[in-house]
């Protein structure tokens, strides 16, 4: 029996999904629990085997760090998507992080005349590295299944293939260099003609089946049972839409009643409460590394701040749970919102100079 591994460029995957809606008609959400194993059905008829072994699916992304906190629900469900795949599917995954230095994540949420590029790092060194570290160890596999479209990775198939492996190739038409579809195969970098994703759309396009579900949400109202086409991973809890909607209308409502209580103050004139705070004093009581926030901890309660409000030449990993700092209250904190913490702005260590 065959042994397979398959190694996944999932940043590639994820950026050019658009071309598998459009080729659809709709939108189109690939089944990456099916993935693995259509291309082990497919690879295996090439074969004239009934069946092969698939021993790993190795899967190669990146996710934002650094990034503004209005991003914070899509990382979240990046994160997911990730877990999902370890957790329901058994994917080795590696994720390698992109220093989005405060910025939006998505460039039409970003203003037209700001210039900053992100760059990943690592995705395709790792997968090359992998494939290649698996191919010399004996025994590991006999045939590599590369989900890739770029050019980048035609030196590790050819190397692959030298130290005796067999190579596959599953792209996307409109997102794959010519050299792996090349039927004349130049550069000698596969043993199957190409594997198309289009060719199995219908096969793997996820298909959630409608079903009924207990919402959790303790301020749900009416019968908690619902119908749904989530996809709810194990151990998490049911929240149903108009829960999840309502509280997302709740939140906005009052960050905005505390945005417009702050700006009602400061138009007339009411100092008593502000001017007392800016420059206010605080410690460190929290730091997320990987989101670049933190929490300081001050007189009237707790403010949120990112690393891009730090002044000076503090950077943001510099910092430690229990420093001493000062900062401006932007917004004051509420002990009556559901998150009460305020936020916090122009954030730099305290020293002798900056002293009130």
Known sequence: MAKIMIFIDGSWLYNNSYSLSRQYGERYNLDYGKLPNVLGEVIGKNLGQSDVDIVRTYLFGSLP????????ELVTRQKN???????EYHYEVEIFPIDYRGH??????????????????????????SMLYLAAIPYSYDIAVAVIGDRDFMPM???????????????????????????KDEYRLKDFDIIWIEDYLEILELKLQRRKLECQSPHHVGDRSVYTTDFLRKGLKFYCDDCKTKFQKQRKKQEDKIRASYQAQALDGEESEISDEIRCEGTIKYKNVEGGYGFITGVKGDYYFHLSVLLGDIEFSDLKIGDRVVFDPDIPPDPNAEKPAGKASNVQLKTDKNEK
């Open 81 to 87: 998507f990730y877990d999902l795949l370890k957790e």
């Open 104 to 129: 939006r994540i998505k460039k039409s949420d970003r203003n037209p005349n700001d210039d900053f590029q992100p760059q990943e790092k690592c995705v395709d060194i790792a997968l090359a590295t």
């Open 65 to 72: 760090r650094n990034y503004d906190i209005l991003d914070d």
């Open 157 to 183: 198939l050819q190397h692959v293939r030298r130290l005796g492996k067999r190579v596959a190739i599953a792209s996307i038409k409109d997102s794959c260099t010519y050299v792996y579809s090349d039927p």
